[in-house]
């Protein structure tokens, strides 16, 4: 368990980390290192070289805009989650993190790694998704901004071009009175997600739903946002029933694969049950009862 | 006045070292210029080795040597198998590096010897194995059944050994029962995983031919055996050190490794010391491991639910090597009838091999498989019976009075029958029962239920045989200058406190405060009698051997002192580091000085021993200065040899609340009550309850190694090999109880692996009472996984 031989840069700003990536084809990025190192020494991954950016302080930051909590893909997870701003803009961030890893780990762990690597099972992910923030890559044409929609391609994979780096993932605000939650079950505390379903609702005048998001990880090969569910939700009064329907219609998105009958059915009770869990914290939260 | 220092919450002597970083471990061990080793190990289950060819790794730069069968001389041997046994009648170990044919996925190939360990690893990834693969059969019932493909050729049906055991006659019990209970149970296969992996240095010195060895290992005084027999050395010529060892839990008594020959060899043939520490992924493949038995239990009873016969079948899977014999399962065949009286036993055993990582002890050896099986068929015919899980026990305990209880006919691992020495077992369930306060769960469970939580109380009896022979040894020494006292066993401690245990016997006998004995263990240049650290044995045999050095150490004391105080030996006490005339008050002698007068010199090298010279007033006799007979110095050495097992025992009980969603369990109480004898250190002992109920909690709920249909190991790492961490750990609370065990000096009984042993039983007990009123299935198998409990509630009765 020790990596093979790589070459290691450590770029002083943006400019220099961008031309690092341009100029080194097989280069990996190294922010948090709390997958990457682990990928190394398992020898999964052997990158020539090794682009380091720690000095990138530009990419530490958060910034809350009326419509946007901006956050920089070397902010650390856990300043992230301490940001007060971003919890008064949007408190489903920081409930969110709080399922991601270990406290040790998000000190180091970074928003742009947890991101740019992609987990299916990964809460990050999940979250950007569901509330259909934005990515903002940056290579030797400068920004580019990315739907996060477009950006979780596949295990793995994002929608980053080789000699893009990540540095910016701008989250949704909520708006006043709106319920959120996250929900998750992990075997262990820190563990990655089993499955997490993430919600927003509000409701409206009249006491139907009027907007909901709803998404989940670790069902497939990317996070999925549950639009039908969010569809049988908007302009329903929120009820038992109707939280029951939802479930039932997430368990469908839950991709196949080849894991044994029991597990699978295990995973569909579970999907079902978080679901029925997060809309209900949800809509407490909007002072609304079911 | 020292005050007893036996029997108190002593803190730890070793504490303040490990918890500075300052341990040294292996990996510590400054070696300078040591070269490092990597093995390249099998892909595959089962393979015959078409070629190897090592010469690019060996071209690689910083690559001192490539090792493959070929290359290893007279050390190209079986390993040996360390516990032999007739019923062995198919024995097979493997080579240091595998010679043809490849028997799991991890094997040793081939060994790579470099500047470091990175250019070691880029090597090993240079040798090119060509494999042929052979088919494979996990399932080690469908192993044993005629046409499944075989580990060993030669071995039909993959079964390496079979044995029975029988204690009164089964067959007329069962003929005459009102009542057969019948279950089968499996326990899974997992890892000991200790915080450090295996690890060897080695370091021939070329002035004076010696070869040291830094293992962590829970036997140096046994691997120093194998390496003089393989090497062809004088054991003076050989030193084995077991340094600061980060856990063993079973698995570093095997010896010797691949490594442990490897390492040794490299270090003699390129002439530098030489260092391998496993990584965690290879500990997953090449540690040996435990665990996976499957029982056919018959319990025959009588309407009242007394037990009359115990009928046990069950099959041990044993890895693809039997190297440390049927231990594993020749326990749990002795401990199946647990605490209950059950006079007529009836116990058969079949250890069948698989190709998958050798199979060796790990914490309980055998004694969690056998309470499971046992536990479950008795919750079961309680149930059958309409008796009371608490009850039904209560009805089969030994009492008090027929204690030894032997179970004749039964032989336990040590070779020697089993004869139980002492127990209250019916106090130990009665404390437990009110610490759960049965009825108050039973009707918070009732409430729950309305607002459709799920709550369920479980119980576990368990007995262990601990401290088994043959013998340990220990020193005690007072040093002359500085009047401390050293005291050397031939064991080894992988951080279960001997530091302080040992050093509170020591304490009481030598009037000193524990603190300042000094323990010096695991170093065959040190001591070199004894066995090793394993099944619970330490504080009984070890413990009892140190006790008994004390007392003699303390009498020679007592000796120079009356000599040199002008008293009778009765007349004088020890207490402060001093011993001195009772009543006296200034009369008296410091340690040091009793352990400088003991000690004829010639030379005033200080002022004590000008005192102490052979022209020393206080010296003047007739005889010689040292008379004959008698020896220099306060040193003592003694030994102690258990008569047979003692046995420790306990009970265990939870409250757990399942989440419907989730599946999961959370544990809200969890109660240990133990009984291990007299106790040395409170302290301590909760410590090792402690930790053997969270490794106990991850055989019950997490730890599970997952082999696939093809053999191959698909968890190795702990991200999907799930070891609980302290948030799944449950809080316990840990009552004492203690009956002194009559067959040894101190009356004190084994603890290190009793936290262990039930968990399991407790919790497949506690998800039955959960799910019961649902009509789910009982638990029949563990680790248990939430989608397991999904499954049962998914095939209940009753619909919820
Ligand atoms: C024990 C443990 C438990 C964990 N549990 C969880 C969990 O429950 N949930 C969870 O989500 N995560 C978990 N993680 C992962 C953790 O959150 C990581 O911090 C995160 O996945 C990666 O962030 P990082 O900053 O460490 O990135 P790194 O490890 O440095 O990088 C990760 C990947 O992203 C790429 N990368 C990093 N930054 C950029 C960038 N700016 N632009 C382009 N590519 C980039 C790297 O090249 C690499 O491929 C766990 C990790 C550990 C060790």
């Known amino acids: ?290 | 006045m020292s005050t007893r220092q036996f029997g108190e919450r002593v803190q730890r002597n070793e504490d303040d070292r490990l918890i500075r970083g300052q341990g040294r471990f292996v990996d510590d061990i400054p070696l300078e210029g040591a070269l490092h080793g990597a093995f390249v190990r099998s892909p595959h289950p089962h393979a015959r080795i078409v070629s190897i060819d090592t010469s690019a790794a060996a071209a690689y730069p910083g690559v001192h040597k490539v090792y493959t069968h070929e290359d290893l001389g007279p050390l190209d041997v079986l390993m040996p198998l360390l516990i032999p046994h007739p019923c062995i009648t198919h024995g097979r170990t493997q080579y240091p590096l595998a010679h043809g044919e490849v028997f799991y996925g991890g094997q040793a190939v081939a060994f790579v010897v470099a500047d470091d360990r990175y250019t070691a690893e880029d090597a090993a990834a240079l040798v090119d194995v060509r494999y042929e693969p052979l088919p494979v059969e996990i399932d080690i019932e469908r192993a044993t059944e005629g046409g499944a493909p075989l580990v060993h050729s030669d071995v039909p049906n993959n079964v390496a050994a079979q044995f029975v055991q029988r204690s009164g006659d089964a067959e007329a019990a069962f003929a005459k029962a009102d009542h057969i209970t019948s279950i089968r149970v499996q326990v899974d296969r997992s890892t000991a995983a200790p915080m450090e992996c295996l690890a060897t240095a080695a370091r021939w010195d070329e002035v004076s031919g010696e070869l040291t060895v830094w293992a962590a290992t829970q036997t140096p005084i046994g691997l120093r055996g194998a390496l003089s027999s393989l090497f062809e050395l004088d054991e003076n010529y050989v030193r084995v050190i077991a340094p600061d060892v980060g856990g063993g839990f079973g698995p570093k008594i095997l010896f010797p490794y691949s490594n442990e020959i490897m390492v040794p060899l490299a270090a003699r043939e390129l002439h530098r010391p030489v260092k391998w520490i496993e990584d965690r992924g290879e500990n997953f493949v090449n540690m040996s491991q435990e665990r996976t038995q499957i029982h056919y239990i018959d319990l025959a009873a009588t309407s009242d639910g007394r037990v009359i016969g115990l009928r046990d079948r069950f099959i041990h899977d044993t890895g693809a090597f039997i190297p440390y014999g049927i231990a594993v399962a020749q326990v749990a065949s002795t401990s199946i009838a647990s605490s209950y009286r059950i006079p007529n036993i009836e116990v058969e055993f079949s250890c069948v091999y698989t190709p998958t990582v050798p199979v060796t002890p790990y914490r309980g050896c055998g004694r969690p498989h056998a309470n499971f099986a046992i536990e479950r068929a008795m919750d079961q015919l309680a149930q059958e019976l309409g008796i009371d899980r608490f009850e039904i026990r209560r009805r089969n305990f030994i009492p008090p009075e027929e204690f030894p209880y032997a179970r004749e006919g039964l032989i336990f691992a040590d070779g020697l029958p089993v004869k139980m020495d002492s127990g209250e077992y019916d106090r130990c369930l009665t404390a437990l029962e009110e610490a759960l306060d049965v009825p108050a769960f039973r009707a918070e469970q009732e409430a729950a239920r309305a607002q459709g939580r799920i709550l369920g109380l479980g119980m576990a009896f368990y007995v262990e045989g601990t401290g088994l022979g043959p013998y340990e040894g220990g020193q005690v020494r007072v040093h002359p200058i500085t009047g401390k006292i050293f005291v050397n066993t031939g064991l080894t401690t992988q951080g279960q406190g001997h530091k302080t245990t040992w050093a509170q016997i020591v304490a009481d006998q030598m009037g000193v405060d524990s603190s300042e004995v000094i323990v010096v263990e695991g170093d065959t240049g040190v001591f070199d009698w004894g066995c090793a650290t394993f099944a619970s044995r330490s504080a009984v045999v070890a413990g009892n051997a140190i006790h008994k050095t004390a007392i003699k150490a303390r009498q020679m004391v007592l000796q120079v002192a009356a000599n040199m105080l002008e008293a009778g030996p009765d007349d004088l006490d020890l207490a402060d580091g001093r011993v001195f005339v009772r009543g006296s008050g200034d009369r008296g002698a410091t340690l040091a000085e009793v352990a400088t007068m003991s000690n004829p010199l010639r030379y005033a090298f200080n002022k004590a021993a000008a005192s102490a010279t052979q022209f020393a007033a206080a010296a003047s006799s007739d005889g010689p200065p040292l008379p004959d007979g008698k020896r220099p110095g306060i040193e003592a050495q003694e030994y102690f040899s258990p008569p047979h097992a003692t046995w420790a025992y306990g009970a265990h009980g939870a409250i757990i609340e399942i989440d419907p969603v989730t599946c999961n369990i959370d544990v809200r109480k969890y109660i240990c009550v133990h009984d291990c004898g007299k106790m040395i250190n409170p302290l301590i002992i909760e410590g090792q309850v402690a930790g053997g109920v969270a490794q106990g909690f991850g055989g019950a709920f997490y730890e599970h190694l997952d082999y696939g249909t093809d053999g191959v190991l698909k968890n190795a790492s702990f991200m999907e090999f799930l070891m609980p961490y302290a948030t799944e750990v449950p809080d316990m609370t840990i009552i004492h109880q203690e009956t002194p065990s009559p067959i040894n000096p101190l009356g004190v009984k084994g603890i290190g692996e009793a936290g262990t042993i039930p968990v399991p039983s407790t919790i497949a007990s506690a998800v039955d009472d959960a799910l019961a009123s649902m009509g789910a299935p009982p638990v029949r198998s563990v680790p248990l996984s939430p989608a397991a409990i999904f499954a049962a509630m998914q095939a209940s009765t009753v619909p919820a």
């Open chain 1, 1 to 290: 368990m020790k990596p093979s031989a790589f070459r290691y840069v450590v770029p002083a700003d943006l400019q220099s980390a961008v031309h690092a990536r341009a100029a080194n084809y097989d280069s990996a990025v190294l922010s948090g290192g709390q997958s990457l190192i682990p990928t190394m020494n398992f020898r999964l991954s052997h990158p020539d070289v090794v682009i380091d950016l720690r000095l990138l302080d530009e990419l530490d930051y958060v910034r809350t805009d009326p419509s946007y909590v901006r956050v920089g893909a070397m902010t650390r997870q856990r300043t992230l989650e301490f940001d007060d701003s971003a919890y008064r803009a949007n408190p489903l961030i920081r409930q969110t993190l709080q399922n991601v890893a270990h406290p040790v780990i998000r000190n180091r762990g970074t928003v742009g790694g947890s991101l740019a690597h992609a987990d299916p099972a990964a809460e990050l992910p999940c979250l950007i998704t569901t509330l259909r923030g934005e990515l903002v890559a940056h290579g030797l044409d400068g920004p580019r901004k990315i739907p996060a929609a477009d950006f979780f391609q596949f295990i793995f994979t994002t929608a980053l071009e080789p000699d893009e780096l990540l540095v910016e993932a701008a989250f949704p605000v909520l708006d006043p009175g709106e319920g959120w939650a996250f929900c998750e079950f992990a075997r262990r505390h820190g563990d990655f997600a089993l499955s997490a379903v993430a919600c927003t609702v509000k409701i409206g005048p009249g006491g139907a739903i009027q907007r909901a998001r709803l998404g989940a990880c670790g069902i497939a090969s990317t996070p999925v946002v549950l639009a039908e569910c969010e569809a049988l939700l908007v302009g329903n009064k929120p009820s038992e029933e109707l939280f029951a329907e939802v479930a039932r219609q997430a368990v469908s998105s839950i991709e196949a694969t080849d894991e044994p009958e029991a597990q699978r059915r295990y995973r569909r009770h579970l999907l079902d049950g978080l679901v029925r869990r997060a809309l209900e914290q949800a809509i407490q939260r909007t002072g609304a009862r079911v």
